[in-house]
């Protein structure tokens, strides 16, 4: 580790994979070196291929004495590791000072580093990923050109799904993983606020994918979706305070909001309860759990759709106390696997209305990126590549914010924007 300007990669899962090819372009370009650490490093070694500049390490990243030398060692880390470990990480980065970018939420432990961060003159770029991250960018590209007009935005709203293609949309779920599948079991359960035509509305879990409402995607068709976590605090974020409606959504195919509250109500993404499955079937566990909660599968859908999941299936579990939402996960990560040749898909859609000169006016802004394959997924490559322009931004001295932010100012979302274009991810507007 010689290079001083090199890049520390931590986590090499689904959504890594086109974020380390583009690492390994990268750095043959300018003659920079990135180590990529995960706890699996026959993964890694697979991914990054015979690339010089690229190299594999596997450590627990509890250990804070290799951690640290990793950190030390580079000029910019990128953590794609699961949320509660970013503050590890983060904590690292703030003691001996190197930039940081996720792609998930800021939390709590991390905004209460703000002000060491910019005291340090460090960036710690979140949020700069997907849903969120490009949801970011392209909405305050937008928001500020109207507002540069003199338009008055009255309603927005933000709409962004990661499924699978129609070609191989092929169970009666409509849906298959292109990420982390824990993330999916729970979704939602923090249920959304949002705001629409000037009212406070709530949602809780037990009632999030009940009903959900549809919106027509130019050039593709209808989509179902349901409110994302806290819209409210990033209409604060975006300026758009008064706005009458702001909501921020996640994109579904109608049959999966349908099957996935039955899976709700019966418990099934209960952490707190544990189950001995060593005496259990897959089948069973559904069936029991079913009955229990007095839940009918009174339609043709939602019969194929947990005769899918394993309803008769009698194969049994036998891996001691697991908790509902543990065993759940296991069962879809087989059933809702990406087969080989299949692709994903991500679709978002803006949708603002607003005044200008006293007249109405209405945008829609869209975005579908198909995946290649089942590993060089939609979703790995709009979650890694704004990652990796940001950390080439940086390294090239052309981003030169610090502090803690998301990529909601100019500085940040027109170059990675116009890259993101160059690489074929590119909005359409109407």
């Known amino acids: 580790m010689t290079n001083p300007e090199q890049i520390l990669l931590f986590g090499a899962g689904k959504s890594a ?86 792609a998930s939420y800021i939390d709590d432990s991390i905004k209460k580093l703000e002000n060491d961060i910019k005291s340090k003159g460090l960036l710690f770029l979140g949020e700069m990923g997907l849903d969120p991250g490009i949801d970011h960018m392209s909405a305050m590209q937008l928001i500020h050109s109207i507002q540069q007009k003199g338009g008055i935005i009255d309603s927005f709203k933000s709409h962004c799904g990661g499924l699978v293609a129609p070609e191989n949309n092929n169970n009666p779920w409509k849906y298959k993983f292109s990420w ?114 007095k839940i009918s599968l009174n339609t043709p859908l939602l019969e194929q759709q947990f005769e899918f999941l394993g309803l008769y299936n009698n194969r049994s579990i036998h891996e001691g106390k697991k908790s509902y939402a543990a065993i759940l996960q296991e069962l879809l990560e087989e059933k809702w696997k990406l087969e080989k040749g ?34 060089n997924t939609a979703m790995a490559k709009t979650v890694g590549l704004p990652l990796g322009i940001a950390a080439k931004l940086i390294l090239e001295n052309r981003i030169n914010l610090r502090g803690l932010h998301i990529p909601i100012v100019a500085s940040i979302y027109k170059p990675v924007l116009e890259e993101l274009a160059e690489e074929g991810i590119q909005f359409e507007e109407n």
Request: with cysteine; hydrophobic share 40%; glycine share 4%.
């Open 17 to 102: 994979t086109v974020l380390i090819h583009y690492l390994a372009k990268i750095c043959a370009q300018n003659q920079w070196y990135c180590t990529i650490v995960d706890i699996d490093e026959k993964l890694v070694q697979s991914k990054i291929g015979n690339s010089p500049f690229l190299s594999a390490k596997s450590i627990p990243i509890e250990n804070e004495a290799e951690r640290k030398l990793l950190i030390a060692n580079t000029q910019l880390v990128i953590s794609l590791l699961p949320p509660h470990l970013h503050n590890l990480v983060a904590t690292s980065c703030l003691e001996l000072g190197k930039h940081l970018l996720t």
């Open 180 to 293: 982390n599948p824990r993330n999916i079991i729970t979704a939602g359960k923090a249920g959304a606020i949002y705001k629409e035509n000037n009212a406070i509305k709530e949602v809780n879990y037990d009632q999030m994918f009940n009903d959900c409402s549809s919106v027509e995607i130019p050039s593709f068709g209808k989509l179902a979706y349901y409110p994302n976590r806290d819209s409210l605090s990033y209409a604060s974020l975006y300026g758009l305070e008064t706005a009458a409606t702001f909501i921020r959504t996640t994109l579904r195919y109608p049959e999966f909001c349908s099957g996935w509250q039955k899976i709700v109500e019966a418990g099934f993404t209960l952490d707190d309860e544990l189950l001995d499955t060593d005496e259990l079937s897959f089948g069973r566990f559904l069936r029991d759990r079913l009955s229990f909660k």
């Open 342 to 375: 299949d692709k994903d898909m991500i679709v978002m859609l803006h949708e603002i209305d607003y005044t200008l000169n006293n007249e109405k006016h209405q945008i829609k802004s869209s975005l579908i990126v198909k995946g290649d394959d089942e590993s």
